[in-house]
């Protein structure tokens, strides 16, 4: 099975500071996607990745930014934490298949619940 | 501009009943759909999928209906069972974009 590893489960971190919320996966997938999770809103897109050091902005890439070094890593960056950014943090990662639809699909880590005071 | 809706946040069942979740679209040009679960604190999980080439897929008790002249997608869960409570969201992406568009998702409480 695909594991999408998340380092944290929970964080609690002032205004004002940088973040780091790290991902790992071990299944040698190509993509890597950050979404948030907020009431009301879903899922949505922050930053995604088709290849090492190659970064696409999602729909609300604002107030973040990524990293992908290694093609097992994923992080997602915090520039300077506001209270606005807390929420729900998933990062999920596809094979890269375009002859096969199936494969499309995500495999999610358990979420960062990120709290900024 | 929100291109997956789910227009109803909760929904309750009583179980052994039909649980039916709705999603609708816009982009005609969508051509792969999927339907996540989600328990609280922890990440979705696959549930079913759906190619814009079929109109239903089953799966145990699970059955996705596409409505592609409605644009609309739905998920039939018979019977439901307590453990189907959770959250919902419907995805849907372009060929070729691996990106997939989430719906809100829908609360299910299957009541015992």
């Known amino acids: 099975d695909v594991k999408v590893t998340q380092s944290s489960r929970y964080l609690v971190k002032r205004t004002g500071e940088k973040v780091f919320l790290e991902c790992v996966q071990d299944?040698?997938?190509?993509?890597m996607f950050w979404y948030r999770q907020d009431p009301g809103l879903g899922l949505r897109l922050i930053y995604f990745?088709?290849?090492?050091?190659?970064?696409e902005k999602g729909d609300i890439p604002e107030g973040y930014s990524v990293s992908r070094e290694k093609k097992e890593r994923f992080s997602l960056i915090l520039e300077s934490a506001s209270t606005n950014q807390t929420s729900m943090y998933l990062c999920?990662?596809?094979?890269?298949?375009?002859?096969?639809?199936?494969?499309?699909?995500?495999?999610f880590g358990s979420g960062t619940r990120l709290t900024v005071v | 501009d929100q291109q997956v809706k789910q227009n109803s946040p909760s929904l309750s069942v009583q179980e052994g009943r039909i649980s039916i979740l709705n999603c609708d679209y816009t982009?005609?040009?969508?051509?792969?759909f999927l339907w996540y679960k989600k328990y609280p604190a922890e990440g979705p999980t696959f549930l079913i999928s759906?190619?814009?080439?079929?109109d239903k897929n089953e799966d145990g008790r699970f059955t996705v209906f596409l409505n592609k002249s409605a644009k609309h997608l739905s998920l039939h869960i018979v019977p439901s069972q307590p453990g189907d409570s959770a959250v919902y969201f419907c995805?849907?992406?372009?060929?070729?974009?691996?990106?997939?568009?989430f719906g809100t998702g829908t609360r299910l409480k299957v009541l015992a």
């Open positions: 999920a990662s596809s094979l890269l298949d375009s002859l096969n639809p199936a494969s499309w699909g995500y495999t």
């Open positions: 995805a849907a992406c372009f060929s070729g974009t691996y990106k997939y568009i």
């Open positions: 299944m040698d997938h190509e993509n």
């Open positions: 759906i190619s814009s080439i079929k």
């Open positions: 990745s088709y290849d090492v050091k190659m970064k």
């Open positions: 982009n005609s040009m969508f051509d792969y």
